[in-house]
Every structure is written in structure tokens, then in C-alpha cells.
């Protein structure tokens, strides 16, 4: 009688401890796998949520940098910069391996750039290149180091990099081009303006301000010397400490401004165009 209680005993504790372990094994995969569907089917905030359930309950799984990853993901495509940054370098932090700390660090990179994150992002891009990274992951690299480049119009560091990824004749032709980008001089914008009002505008070919600072600036120097004229000193006065010198003042700082959009314009223009280049390249099978 005693061994038959024993046994039932031993019994009840081992089907315990099984539906114990079998309890706990299902509690762990369902916060993954419905925060993948949620993430899938756009629910980035329920998403994370069960993520963070799971890292909650299980910090020390061997899977948490695969989950802060995905974390990460979740929240750049919800548009939260931030917070997305911080989950993708935890990421890189808990990697499993190298191969997979690399992939990680490409995937922080590529949202360095998307936040203009333009230093971290070429830090980053460092980082998996000291590590020698297996074939694959080496032309990833060097493809986001030629964009990040791009994006800094630092033309002939992006070609170089654009040589070792391959080798395309018209990307190098959108290369030359970009770095014979007509650049204006913001010096000689702002002289021009100083010797008359418009003139640096119109140097950049901008006729619409350039006529207007023309016209504001010649109506209050006329202003001003019809006060003079008719010895109205302390009108004269007033016209050019409070509004001529401002409007003179101002027509040079706006044609430097000027200067700075024209030489933007045409690099984002040129750089539009290598990304695009680029963009046509990997999409060919």
C-alpha cells in the first residue's frame, strides 16, 4: 500500500512539474509571436507592447536582442526616431555574434541617415568595417557609405566608395556632373548688394527679390532726400536709422541666404540623381 501511494505520488509530482514546463514554454512564444502579426499588420504600438511583455518576463532569453531589434523597427516605422535609435543600439549590445551585431549596426546606420545622423552613421559604418564583415554584408556596407556621402555632397569620397561596390559608367557620369554643380559665392553676393540693392539676387537669378530689394530700398533713399531737401533733418533721420539702413542691411544678409539655397538646390539636385542611379542598380536582378 505504502509503495502504491508512492508511486501515485512521484506521478502527480512529475505530471505537475510538465504541465509546469509546458505552461511556461507557451507563455513565452505567444508576446513574439503576436507582436510580429501586430508589427505586419501595422499595430507598431500593440507590437511593442507585447515585445516588452516578453522582455519583461524573460530579460535573460537568449533572444532579447533579437526582440529590442524588433523593438527598434517597430518604432522607426511608427515614425519614433528616438526611441528606435535607442532600441536598435541595445540591440547591437545584446548580439549573439558578430555576424549579427554587424547587421544590426548597418540597420542603425541606414536610420542614422534617415535622421541626418550623418557622423553616427559613418561611425557606425567604421565599426562593421574593422570588423571584416563576411562578403555580403561588406557591399552593404560600402552601399550605405556611398549614400551617406552622397547626402554630405562629399563627392569624390562617395565615387571611391561607389568604385569598390561596382562599376557603372553612367554612375560615374552623374559623378562628374555632380561635382561641376555651379556653386555661387556668398562673398560676392553680399557685394554686389552693398553697391546696389537687388544685385546679389540677381546674381543668383533670382529676379523677383532682387527687383523688390531694388524698388524697397530706392523709395526710402528717396524718401530720405526729399526730407533732406525740404530740411526735414529729423525725418531724414528717422528714415535711415529705422528703416533705410535696415532694409540696405538686410538686402545683403537675404542675398547670402540667397546664395546658400542656390548652391544647395543644385547638390541635392545632383545628389537626387546618384541615388536614384544607385536605387536602379540594386533593383537590377
Same mark, same amino acid.
Given at each position: ?96 555574434? $558578430? ?21 553616427? *552613421? ?11 564583415? #563576411? ?10 557609405? *556611398? ?38 559665392? #556668398? ?48 525725418? #531724414? ?26 548652391? #544647395? ?13 544607385? $536605387? ?6
Amino acid at each position: 500500500m505504502y509503495k502504491i501511494l508512492n508511486n501515485v505520488i512521484s506521478l502527480f509530482l512529475t505530471s505537475t512539474v510538465l504541465i509546469f514546463c509546458s505552461f511556461t514554454a507557451s507563455a513565452e512564444e505567444p508576446p513574439l509571436s503576436l507582436g510580429r502579426h501586430l508589427a505586419e499588420v501595422g499595430n507598431y504600438d500593440a507590437a511593442i507592447t507585447e515585445y516588452k511583455r516578453f522582455l519583461f518576463f524573460y530579460p535573460d532569453d537568449p533572444r532579447v536582442g533579437e526582440v529590442y531589434y524588433d523593438i527598434g523597427l517597430a518604432y522607426r516605422a511608427g515614425g519614433l526616431w528616438t526611441e528606435a535609435l535607442a532600441a536598435l543600439r541595445t540591440a547591437t549590445h545584446y548580439a549573439m555574434d $558578430q555576424e549579427t551585431k554587424s547587421e544590426y549596426q548597418l540597420v542603425l546606420a541606414v536610420t542614422l541617415i534617415a535622421t541626418k545622423n550623418y557622423d553616427l *552613421a559613418e561611425l557606425e559604418l567604421i565599426k562593421v568595417m574593422l570588423r571584416n564583415p #563576411a562578403a555580403q554584408l561588406h557591399r552593404r556596407m560600402l552601399f550605405l557609405k *556611398a549614400v551617406l556621402y552622397i547626402y554630405q555632397f562629399r563627392w569624390e569620397e562617395a565615387r571611391n566608395v561607389g568604385r569598390e561596390y561596382m562599376t557603372d559608367e553612367r554612375l560615374e557620369a552623374l559623378f562628374d556632373a555632380a561635382a561641376d554643380t555651379p556653386q555661387k559665392s #556668398a562673398n560676392v553676393a553680399s557685394v554686389l548688394s552693398k553697391i546696389l540693392p537687388g544685385l546679389g539676387h540677381l546674381y543668383v537669378g533670382d529676379w523677383r527679390d532682387g527687383l523688390n530689394a531694388l524698388l524697397l530700398n530706392g523709395a526710402f533713399g528717396f524718401l530720405t532726400i526729399d526730407a533732406i531737401l525740404d530740411e526735414h533733418y529729423t525725418d #531724414a533721420a528717422l528714415w535711415v536709422g529705422l528703416v533705410l539702413l535696415r532694409y540696405y542691411r538686410g538686402n545683403t544678409f537675404r542675398a547670402e541666404i540667397a546664395v546658400e539655397q542656390f548652391n #544647395a538646390r543644385g547638390s541635392r539636385q545632383a545628389a537626387e540623381a546618384l541615388l536614384q542611379r544607385l $536605387q536602379e542598380i540594386t533593383d537590377t536582378p
